[in-house]
């Protein structure tokens, strides 16, 4: 019983994160067209996602602790669970750790588009409104006043 109940959290675990994967993927698109509305969007429902996959993993902790011992890990079930669940839990594992590690991946990408669109945002804002040259070094002084003098100095 415990360990078909763990097989349907592992599978609602499975669906939240691969909707992960897929707002991950919305996220790159709305990046790179620079539709800050749809990644406003996207991030909100990302959230949502977010606290449905902390409570499946809560939900999944204490089945595992009812199975086994408070810090049981998956692979410590797996040894204790009978023959019929442990093949299908051991897809679920590995599904699992490769949505997890796309989106890992997918994330890493973002992080990158994002950067990049900072360093765009900021390369035209120093084009569009360079920063003032201090008064007292700078160059266009020194060449005004050097400009000013002649080239003989009259006093000699």
Known sequence: ?????LIETMKELLRFHEALLES???KAEAITQNDTQKLSHILREEQKQVTAIQVAEQRCQKITASLASKEATLSDVLSIIDEPERPQLLFLQKQLEQVIDELKNKNA?????????LQFVHMNLDLLAPEPELPNYSKARNEASEQ???FFDSKA
Request: a neutral charge; aromatic letters at 4%; zero cysteines.
């Open 109 to 117: 990408l973002n992080q990158q588009l994002l950067t990049y669109s």
């Open 148 to 150: 000013s003098r002649s």
């Open 1 to 5: 019983m415990a360990a078909q109940s």
């Open 24 to 26: 991950a993927a919305e």
